[in-house]
């Protein structure tokens, strides 16, 4: 999300003079219900002085029926960021129209290979955004330096609103929105499988335009700003389950097969758990039920739920729970079968939440589910979507 506010952002006020317009509006990937599912932007859009009502979401779209006349593909430019291939409804419409794109993830060769004026930057990295700030850095420091030179020139008093004082508003309003991000995707900079060069560059140039606030220089704090974001992040009790499997959803269209991914901060046991208390039954049959109308509203053939979460004696920990229909087993064995070994995945049993009956029923199911902890916890989604992708294309 902060991806594409931060390249609008710059770009429309310094764009290339070659840019099929000058105006680059920031499209919001998700429907606007589901902004609502991410408190923690709500909290870091507080510091950036921005409402959630000003986003442009998947809702402010034509509806697919009325996209190709009311916003006709021929007369749009696509830059993606934090993704390289356009899916679902908009890939179907504009993946043709598609003139570059910044992201961390696998290259799938969707992006042509020539889309000057605009980047084609795919990097591995923590955060997506840091690619965003090294590409805009140049065009970011003339916009400031040439916004601080006028309003020095044009302050006439106490009276007047200093521009330059303004400049160094936008800019630090800009940077903690940049910087939030990265923060989050590299954990404060402390995750070392993640955290790269670029991530770190990245943060030592946005910190300072922060810092150059008065009250800021007095009062900044980078870890105490990482803890207040992750914080409500990581606060998903008053959310309920179907509501915490959207939060942070993922989907492809492979052939023959939609996959659907949900990255979760909670342990599989707090989500059966959640299941049973919000239904009155049964935790497995609960949380079964809870999968099957998700898949079914998506139109799923397989979908995994990653967990990633802090265990009671502190130890950081993902969980892998992949359910298939019935076509799809072969797909979930060879995913197996090929990454076992390099996710180390172990086979969690049937724990104190399992009763017989549900799991006989679960069993007569067109669904089948399998669980795993996965000791290479280096591994995020950005590594096994990829994984499970090319099991359903094998």
């Not at 609103?161 to 940049?178: E, M, N």
């Not at 979760?264 to 039920?289: C, M, P, Q, R, Y």
Request: net charge negative; charged share 25%; proline share 4%.
């Amino acid at each position: 999300m902060t991806c594409s506010l931060l390249y609008a952002y710059i770009r429309s006020q310094a764009p290339p003079k070659e840019a099929f317009t000058p105006l680059y509006i920031p499209i919001v990937n998700i429907p606007a219900k589901d902004v609502s599912l991410r408190p923690e932007f709500i909290a870091l859009f507080v510091h950036a002085n921005i409402s959630a009502s000003h986003l442009i979401t998947l809702d402010d779209l034509p509806i697919v029926s009325e996209s190709e006349q009311l916003l006709p593909p021929e007369k749009t430019r696509w830059i993606l960021v934090d993704h390289n291939k356009l899916q679902g409804f908009l890939g179907r419409l504009y993946s043709a129209h598609v003139h570059g794109t910044i992201d961390h993830h696998d290259d799938e060769d969707s992006v042509p290979k020539d889309t000057d004026p605009e980047p084609r930057c795919i990097e591995k990295c923590g955060s997506c955004t840091s690619l965003v700030v090294r590409y805009l850095q140049s065009s970011w420091d003339a916009l400031s330096s040439s916004s601080l030179s006028s309003g020095a020139g044009h302050a006439q008093g106490d009276s007047l609103i200093d521009d330059s004082a303004v400049t160094r508003g936008w800019d630090a309003q800009v940077a903690k929105l940049a910087l939030a991000s990265i923060l989050i995707d590299t954990r404060n900079l402390q995750d070392k499988d993640k955290t790269k060069d670029v991530d770190k560059e990245a943060v030592t140039y946005l910190e300072p335009r922060i810092k150059l606030l008065p009250k800021e220089a007095r009062t900044w704090d980078r870890s105490t700003f990482f803890k207040e974001i992750d914080g409500v992040k990581r606060n998903i009790e008053s959310l309920n389950l179907n509501d915490i499997l959207r939060k942070d959803y993922k989907q492809w269209d492979e052939p023959g097969c939609k996959l659907g991914m949900s990255s979760v901060v909670k342990s599989i046991d707090f989500l059966a758990n959640k299941a049973g208390d919000e239904s009155g039954t049964g935790a497995e049959k609960a949380f079964h039920n809870t999968i099957e109308a998700f898949m079914a509203a998506r139109g799923l053939g397989l979908f995994a739920i990653m967990t990633a979460f802090t265990s009671s004696e502190g130890k950081f920990e993902r969980q892998l729970l992949v359910t298939s229909r019935k076509d799809m087993r072969a797909a979930v064995s060879r995913f197996e079968s090929s990454n076992a070994e390099e996710l180390r995945l172990e086979s969690i049993p049937r724990g104190k939440n399992i009763d017989d009956k549900a799991h006989k029923e679960h069993e007569k199911s067109d669904l089948s589910s399998s669980s795993w902890m996965q000791q290479n916890t280096s591994m995020s989604r950005k590594q096994v979507a990829p994984m499970l992708r090319t099991a359903l294309q094998t």
